[in-house]
């Protein structure tokens, strides 16, 4: 049946060794405000966040509203906060949660539509710009060491564009108009490897008050990347960068004055 | 509505989750460290503003400093001073990291770098402690 | 029950060259820096040399009549202000209030940072004569 083989697919569990309860918030719009609705699920031992919401929208509650795809942290669809901390709800195990209600919020510094489900345009236009190339070249892959000398392997960049980092950051949520640390990362890696793109053009964009200058060095979007795209060391790299290249400017200056 | 900004956006409203910034609960030694230097930052610049203020007493004449200081020989306000200098401390060696980790220096070693600082701020509130007391 | 009104079709964001931020951020790296010594230094001679550790007003006036310690004390408050005016501008700067309140903090900062300024000279001045 396509029910359960729907359930396969996603690893759910359908016997339940014990009830969780959950408190998940709910939205009907970004004009109202949110309430938290309560949900005891039957839940396995490998039960994730995902499987469990699936649960309560198909024998609780259908109006409960979310996004999710790939099932394996690759397409960065499910992020949302549990217990406040930001994670892919597809690979979040409730046995790695600590004991007791589970809360589940749709992400911060996001626009609520509905439920758990936040706009991802404000995020997806801050990325544009960055250039970012989706092909990177690494010595790496999967723990394998490059194959020849000179010839790394070609493979996806890491960001997936999950907005977890942008939710973890303390000053997305305090400034709309912050890059913030997925673009930064992806403008690091343009600069970093460029493709055919400008690094001085991406240099100029990210060099601003609301850009590279702005991140406080908290390292959380680092500590939430589930992808290692690390856009906390990005964000350094770049006002390295541009540090650089600023007393560099100043020592020509002198130089030339002399 | 203000100029584009770097992303085209328009800022959004002033104070906008304006505590967000606050928010350690959960969170890692990275925000704890910003959360800790803001904070001890903001405390400072209170600090400078009442140590002007005090300090106008010394243009009154020797009468009016002879009675400050006799309110600044207080235990009490020792104990109160001496967090001061641990304040002073965590944000002076803490600030040696960003200025380091902000520049791309060394990001790897943050939290280490972190720990550390703590730890010497630690020792070195001890010391002075033990020097305000007069117990070295 | 309404749904919000529908937005128009979205354009990608018109984006500008940024308008700068490193020199904010190697001028506080530089006065932090002068500051681990300068702000030591003060410490130590107010609060470590005198007997008690608190000068009393003729200690005070005598500490003053030095130009050596007018000259450290002098840049002390200059590192000091500057350091204070730049934390305090970053920290109001992340409450998002667009281009122009950036540029009004500051000049706010850069006000208040030349009055504090002003006053702690004043002082140092005012004592330094009577010494």
């Known amino acids: 049946m396509i029910a359960a083989d729907q359930q396969q697919v996603c690893g759910q569990q359908t016997a339940g060794t014990q009830k969780r309860r959950f408190r998940i918030s709910r939205q009907r719009h970004s004009a109202v405000r949110a309430h938290v609705d309560e949900f005891d699920v039957a839940v396995g031992p490998d039960t994730t966040v995902l499987d469990a919401l699936r649960e309560i929208r ?88 490059k194959r020849e000398p000179g010839q790394p392997f070609a493979r996806y960049e890491d960001c997936i564009e999950c907005g977890l980092c942008v939710s973890a950051c303390p000053i997305a949520g305090s400034d709309s108009a912050y890059l913030g640390p997925a673009a930064l990362a992806a403008a690091w890696r343009t600069v970093a490897e460029p493709r055919g793109a400008s690094p001085s053009d991406v240099l100029a964009w990210v060099d601003d008050e609301q850009g590279c200058w702005r991140c406080h060095a908290s390292f959380e979007c680092t500590e939430v990347c589930p992808s290692g795209a690390d856009p906390a060391s990005a964000a350094m790299a770049l006002r390295r960068e541009l540090t650089k290249r600023k007393l560099g400017r100043l020592a020509r200056l002198g130089r030339r004055e002399r | 509505m203000s100029a584009p900004t770097a992303t085209g956006r328009p800022a959004g409203s002033p104070l906008r989750g304006a505590a967000g910034w606050a928010n350690v609960k959960g969170r890692h030694l990275g925000s704890v460290a910003f959360f800790t230097n803001r904070v001890t930052g903001l405390l400072l ?11 106008y007493m010394l243009t009154e004449g020797a009468g009016s400093w002879a009675s400050v200081l006799h309110l600044f020989k207080n235990h009490y306000f020792l104990a109160l001073e001496s967090l001061l200098i641990l304040f002073i401390l965590v944000h002076g060696l803490n600030g040696i990291r960003i200025a380091l980790v902000g520049t791309g220096v060394g990001v790897r070693h943050q939290k280490a770098w972190f720990t550390a600082a703590m730890s010497v701020s630690a020792v070195l509130y001890l010391v002075v402690v033990l020097a305000m007391f007069g117990v070295i | 029950m309404a749904a919000p009104v529908q937005e128009a079709a979205r354009r990608p964001p018109e984006t500008q060259p940024g308008r700068g931020g490193s020199s904010a951020w190697i001028f506080q790296v530089i006065s932090g820096v002068l500051l681990f010594f300068l702000l030591g230094i003060h410490i130590v001679m107010q609060h470590f040399v005198v007997k008690g550790g608190l000068r009393d007003y003729a200690q005070v006036l005598r500490y003053l009549s030095n130009p050596a310690v007018l000259a450290v004390e002098s840049l002390f408050v200059i590192m000091l202000t500057w350091h204070a005016m730049l934390g305090l501008r970053a920290v109001l700067l992340d409450f998002g209030f667009g281009r122009h309140g950036q540029a009004l903090i500051t000049w706010g900062v850069a006000v208040l940072g030349a009055v504090t300024a002003a006053y702690s000279f004043w002082l140092i001045a005012a004592l330094a004569a009577k010494s």
């Open chain 1, 58 to 145: 198909t024998h609780h509650d259908g109006s409960l509203t979310l996004r999710y795809s790939c099932c394996h942290a690759s397409c960065g669809t499910c992020g949302m906060r549990v217990n406040g901390r930001e994670v892919l709800a597809c690979v979040t195990k409730l046995a790695s949660l600590r004991p007791g209600p589970i809360l589940v919020q749709p992400l911060a510094n996001a626009r609520v539509e509905h439920d758990l489900v936040v706009d991802m345009r404000d995020l997806y236009d801050d990325l544009e710009p960055a250039r970012r190339p989706l092909i990177r070249l690494d010595e790496r892959l999967a723990g394998q060491e």
């Open chain 2, 45 to 55: 610049i209170a600090y400078l503003y009442l140590h002007l203020g005090v300090l």
